[in-house]
Structure formats: C-alpha cells, structure tokens
C-alpha cells in the first residue's frame, strides 16, 4: 500500500486537481443583501457573476 502511494507524482495530482476543479465546472451560491460583496468576494477566480 505505502509503495503505491509513494507511487504518486505531482503530475498525477495536477491531472487530478484540473480534473476536479475545472473552472468551467464549479458554481457557487452566496446569500446577503449586498451583490458586490457576493461579486468582489468571486473576482480573484474570474468568475462572472
């Protein structure tokens, strides 16, 4: 078992994580009176509200 996780490299994690957390396929919900809040606190990832 120890062998097969040593087994893993950081390639195999990239893979992984642009797998998993593909931009295109995350959402996120946000709930306040304030709009820009929900908005400025997304800004850094890209994403459009």
């Known amino acids: ?3 097969r996780i040593d087994a893993v ?3 195999d994690l990239e893979e992984l994580a642009e797998e998993l957390y593909a ?3 995350l959402s996120a919900a946000g ?3 304030e ?3 929900f908005d400025a606190a ?3 990832l890209g994403a459009a509200a």
């Open 1 to 3: 078992m120890v062998e």
């Open 31 to 33: 709930i306040g009176a």
């Open 35 to 37: 709009r820009s809040v």
């Open 42 to 44: 997304l800004e850094p």
């Open 23 to 25: 931009p295109e396929q």
């Open 9 to 11: 490299t950081v390639a």
